[in-house]
């Protein structure tokens, strides 16, 4: 059983099969339930893994496929839970469904000898069962991936014929490991300037929840300023959690802990659920995108996943702890 990914293998599914059909119904399914979610436990990309796993194994174990049905729901809530053993039941259940909601949007769209109509509805009768939803969000889910409907069926129909398996080539991608009959894959630099971004600057700004307020941003700007982890104006920071493009949004990073923590500190943020990168964007790209180092160069290779220096952690916990902060607190 693989373990849950990292931030670093979500960038490298996302910036590998970005446009793939299956990917984009995850992006849907993942849309209708991340606001009612206590704690954002999966990513889009990884719905993707496991979808993709479950269409596999049906793809090529179709003797077993129906038994192998019946149990997927218990298999995919102690998979989750083993993951998050603190997580709400709830979105347990609403993250098994979201997974078992395109796996059964795919069936529908294709009609393979052995993935019967019987089969179909398992699926998808497991995804209603499971979850105590009213039925205008079970029709929102329905309609939202219908909308995914034509990209894959074009994809799924393709698929069955071919000898790949989309599961073994997302697990190549996040470990690096060689294509079949093939070297490894390395970008090339092409004499391009290694301080410098290789590809367009990434203006996208994070969304936050509304109990983080103008207040809650001050405060925190203020903090990291005194303490010498940021330098800029209170106006560009502010920015930085719009959820809109914003090219003039740039703070500098004063390295005081070195980059890895910049990438700590705001994936610590994004844990607590009440600041959300949008859908389709990572964590690393948006961070590089409007913040530069002391020397005005803007900051890079924030995918790597390095570990943050360990005497940040407990300043980082404060910082959280104040975008936590009552509002009624913020003026004590």
Request: glycine share 6%; with cysteine; hydrophobic share 40%.
């Amino acid at each position: 059983m693989q373990n849950k990914l990292n931030q670093n293998q979500i960038e490298k599914i996302n910036e590998r099969f970005h446009d793939h059909p299956l990917l984009v119904a995850c992006r849907q399914a993942f849309e209708c339930y991340e606001a009612e979610m206590q704690r954002l436990l999966f990513a889009p990309e990884e719905i993707f893994l496991e979808a993709a796993i479950i269409l596999n194994k049906l793809l090529t174990e179709p003797e077993g496929a129906e038994q192998y049905v019946k149990g997927l729901w218990n298999v995919l809530k102690v998979k989750i839970r083993r993951w998050e053993p603190e997580a709400p039941q709830e979105d347990v259940n609403k993250i098994s469904s979201a997974i078992l909601y395109v796996v059964a949007a795919v069936l529908c769209q294709h009609h393979h000898h052995f993935y019967n109509d019987e089969l179909k509805d398992m699926v998808l009768g497991i995804a209603k069962k499971n979850i105590s939803t009213d039925h205008d969000e079970e029709e929102r889910v329905i309609l939202e991936l219908s909308r995914c409907a034509d990209g894959l069926l074009e994809w799924f129909s393709d698929y069955c014929e071919s000898s790949e398996r989309l599961s073994d080539e997302i697990l190549e991608a996040i470990a690096n490991e060689k294509p079949k009959g093939g070297k490894l894959r390395v970008a090339k630099n092409n004499g391009e300037n290694p301080d410098k971004p290789s590809k367009p600057r990434e203006t996208m700004t994070f969304m936050r929840k509304p109990e983080v307020t103008e207040g809650h941003l001050k405060l925190l700007f203020m903090k990291l300023a005194q303490d010498g982890w940021i330098s800029g104006n209170e106006a560009d920071f502010k920015a930085l959690f719009s959820g809109k493009r914003d090219e003039d949004c740039i703070v500098t990073w004063m390295g005081k802990y070195g980059k890895s923590t910049l990438v700590e500190l705001f994936n610590r943020f994004v844990q607590t659920g009440l600041v959300i990168i949008p859908v389709g964007y990572s964590l690393s790209s948006i961070l590089e995108g409007h913040f530069k180092d002391q020397n005005g160069q803007w900051l890079i290779g924030l995918n790597k996943g390095d570990a943050p220096n360990k005497k940040a952690l407990p300043l980082i916990v404060e910082y959280v702890k104040l975008l936590q902060l009552k509002p009624d607190r913020l003026l004590s």
